[in-house]
């Protein structure tokens, strides 16, 4: 069956979107975050100097109260509405108040970070005209596409809070959610789409085994990867208030590590249990698929954190570690998408 404009574009934001989540990785594992000290702009420019001798003498001094005058607006926001306990700590944090040296790799890894999210807006966006084609015969579809857009909205501003409160803690954790939440937004409507394209023969009772599991084991690894970002936060700040080397940070974060390393094994057994209801009722096909990646990203993941653990927080493999995650989230997704599906596109016969 050939793809329509609409399925053609969504299912492409949807890698786009995962990319980006990639090249964030990058700008996280390198430092880069703050190799742009102002938003949407960086260094006053569309398109940022590549040496220091192109910015005025005072530009850390300016830049930092470009800053500090963006975070006055944003306590008084949040004083308006309530929240005087984060409004305090962002208006007492010194890392405000902190000057940003100038490095030219680092600041071209996060405008090409940034790059890739503005085109990831215009797909989003693409997304959203193109499915207004189902307006008469499934409006959830274009509902999600502009729900998408607003969510990237929002996550555009939580960036620029993140870059005026200087990677504030707490705030990267809220960006790396919001940006799993866009990306299962997307893939839904994506697959509401594409449906008619899959066909699942399970028998009922398998059915629900393998959705409640699936959610199941969504939920815990959606709370895992927020556990991991939280460790990130605790080394980041590790980093910058120590002199310990990088194959000592991990051993200084405390319990939000040793909580994250211990859970990695619930996962473990939940991936198990939903590969043990795949072999015993014999799933074949693109369910099957789903499973065994799952499985396998589960494996790799644990892999990679004892590497991360032993080999000093290695960059590459913290964005592999990054990247690993949102994959498993979205093959999880969709096998509960597919499941769910499989009882209203065919009534099946029970298998083995």
């Not at 306590?75 to 108040?97: C, H, K, Q």
């Amino acid at each position: 069956m050939k793809l329509n404009i609409y399925q053609k574009v969504a299912i492409a934001t949807v890698f786009a979107t995962l990319f980006l989540i990639l090249v964030g990785g990058l700008v996280r594992a390198t430092g880069a975050g703050m190799g742009c000290p102002d938003w949407p702009k960086c260094f006053g420019e569309f398109i940022p100097p590549t040496h220091v001798s192109e910015l005025p003498d005072n530009y850390k001094e300016v830049f930092v109260e470009q800053r500090i005058e963006k975070n006055k607006k944003i306590v008084s926001y949040l004083n308006s509405l309530g929240f005087t306990e984060l409004a305090e700590t962002i208006e007492n944090d010194p890392n405000v108040r902190k000057e940003e040296d100038f490095n030219a790799i680092k600041t071209w890894t996060e405008y090409i970070n940034r790059l890739v999210g503005a085109l990831i807006g215009v797909l989003v966006l693409a997304t959203f005209i193109t499915s207004l084609r189902y307006w008469k015969t499934d409006k959830v579809i274009p509902i999600t596409a502009f729900a998408a857009v607003v969510l990237t909205l929002f996550q555009a501003w939580l960036g620029s809070i993140v870059v005026s409160t200087n990677l504030l803690p707490g705030t990267i954790t809220i960006h790396m959610v919001f940006a799993m939440i866009i990306v299962t937004v997307l893939l839904y409507g994506a697959f509401r789409a594409t449906k008619s394209l899959f066909v699942i023969e399970v028998e009922e009772g398998v059915r629900k085994k393998i959705y409640w599991s699936g959610i199941l084991l969504l939920v815990l690894t959606t709370v895992q990867m927020i556990l991991g970002t939280q460790v990130r936060e605790v080394v980041d700040a590790i980093k910058l208030t120590t002199d310990i080397e990088r194959s000592g940070w991990l051993d200084q974060a405390g319990a939000v590590f040793l909580i994250h390393r211990s859970f990695s094994w619930i996962i473990l057994i939940a991936g198990v249990y939903v590969m043990s209801i795949f072999w015993r009722n014999e799933i074949h096909g693109v369910l099957y698929k789903l499973g065994i990646a799952n499985f396998a990203l589960i494996i790799l993941q644990i892999a990679i954190g004892v590497g991360l653990e032993y080999l000093g927080m290695a960059a590459p493999l913290q964005v592999i570690h990054l990247v690993g995650i949102a994959l498993m989230i979205c093959a999880q997704f969709l096998m509960i998408l597919l499941v769910s599906e499989s009882r209203k596109t065919i009534a099946s016969p029970a298998i083995g």
